[in-house]
């Protein structure tokens, strides 16, 4: 059904996220048209009004441009607040109330959607009183959706996740990961699967290395209380990093179905080769930004943020190599790397393929580079394919680009992660998002990881300064092997 029918309920109606990601979001697939009847649910602890919180909605909206505001009214229309506390069940049989009610004026034909966008200490308890407290018991389909983080460590996880599912099965969680959302990390299968001039050469025989690089400009903000507890291992490599190296490791699917391609995915995590003891520093990197410039201005370091200890030993940067055990990829490199007051704000992944057995036209001379495709995810979206060719009067050859930019249908940019994500969701797709056995073995991954930096306190931080491309220790990482990391400037 494209155009399906619920009840959207989110716990967190007033937090960062709805009004950001989620709003904005529903706003869209309302203004296509890929919302039949709908009504949503805001819940959160304040008390506000029904017409408060429309408010709220229309002014998060109005807040992005190239929004077409029209329909604005019509759809705030739909929105209820419910003021809520998360462990008084007398609060969710009011909110259950609240929800037959909308089912029957809208014909949503007991179809619900609990979107769980609040402090991730309330996911588990929340769950466990949806099903309690008689929410769950609908005719149609139930979905839970569950933000980040899933879990501070395999062993949280793992108490969060038998918390769920004691409410849901499997087939009804849907855990986002938004960069599953993002067009061109979705574009990874069909690069590979779709076009017979790379899927042939996609193994240790013609690739030499593989780089995924996630930079970002903006330091913590105000979430440094958060993100001390987390750091850029656990905020970004446990989900959004490993998630692209399982699209770019996996076997070709049997078929696109859901079950066939986690599977798969599953496949890459098993292979991953541990790192644990000691050679975590050999194989991992972890930087701190201290102050620096972004844009001529100064910005402090991370430990004079809000929240931050200031003797803080949390990374806000980290660089990896992975390696994938298993006949394709055995022998090559897959390095990551992530982090905050970085140079610039870009995702990209660079394939590079090896080099000819012979050298015809004077390397040195820099007049041939090897073969590198490029996936850019963000901010600008497309594939670049590096090759060689001959110009003009010389004999010889000169590296040359071929670009290929992915631009929205109307100009603009492509669906946002979170449209596609809660379109999926809607319409019973749970491809993009992530299955419980990919959480718990990347957890199990990164987990060696944080055991050893925890316990052994990061004498040089900070290592980078702020606008920089992170400590130089990640450059040697590449260096030891013989490469280093392509531009992504
Ligand atoms: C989130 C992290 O999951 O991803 C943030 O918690 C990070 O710390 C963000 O800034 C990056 O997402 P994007 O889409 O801007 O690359």
Known sequence: ????????????????????????????????????????????????????FQDNVKESIGSHDHLDESK??????????????????????????????????????????????????????????????GLTDVEGFKRLVIEKPFGHDLESAKVLNRQIRKAFPENEIYRIDHYLGKEMVQNIEVIRFANSIFEPLWNNR?????????????????????????GALRDMVQNHMLQMVALLAM?????????????????????????????VNSYFVRGQYG???????DVPAYREQE?????????????????????????????????????VKSTKIVVEFKEMPMDLYNRQEGSVSPNLLVIHIQPEEGITLHLN????????????????????????????????????????????????????????????????????????FPNYESGSMGPDAAEQLLEKDGFFWWPVT
């Open 307 to 343: 929240m931050v200890d200031e003797a803080s030993n949390t990374e806000t940067f980290v660089a990896g190599k992975l390696m994938i055990d298993n006949f394709r990829w055995a022998g090559v490199p897959f390095y990551i790397r992530t982090g905050k007051r970085m140079e």
């Open 1 to 52: 059904n494209n155009r399906p029918t619920a009840l959207i309920m989110i716990f967190g109606a007033t937090g960062d996220l709805a009004r950001r990601k989620l709003y904005p979001s529903l706003y869209r697939l309302f203004t296509k048209g890929k919302l039949d009847r709908f009504a949503v649910v805001g819940v959160a602890r304040r008390s506000l009004t029904n017409e408060e």
């Open 389 to 460: 060719a001959k110009k003009g009067q010389h004999s010889g050859s000169t590296p040359v680009k071929l670009s290929y930019a992915n631009k929205g249908i109307d100009g603009l940019n492509t669906p946002e992660a979170y449209e596609k994500l809660l379109y999926d969701c809607l319409r019973g797709d749970a491809t993009n998002f992530t299955h419980w056995d990919e959480v718990a073995l990347s957890w199990s991954f990164v987990d060696n990881i944080s055991e050893v930096w925890e316990n052994e306190k990061e004498a040089s």
């Open 251 to 279: 076997e070709p699917p049997i078929r696109l179905t859901t079950e066939e391609i986690r599977s798969e995915k599953v496949r890459v995590f098993r292979a991953l080769r541990t790192v644990e003891g000691s050679d």
């Open 72 to 133: 604005m009214d019509e759809f705030a229309s739909k929105f209820y607040y419910h003021s809520h506390d998360v462990t008084d069940s007398e609060s969710y049989s009011v909110l259950k109330g609240l929800a037959a009610e909308l089912d029957s004026h809208y014909r949503l034909d007991g179809n619900r959607i609990f979107y769980l966008a609040m402090a991730p200490e309330f996911f588990g308890t929340i769950a466990e009183h949806l099903k309690k407290d």
């Open 206 to 230: 013609f690739i030499s290395n593989i780089q995924i690089t996630s930079s970002e400009v903006l330091g913590v903000e105000e979430r440094g209380r958060y993100y001390e507890t987390s």
């Open 291 to 297: 102050k620096g410039k972004i844009n001529e201005s």
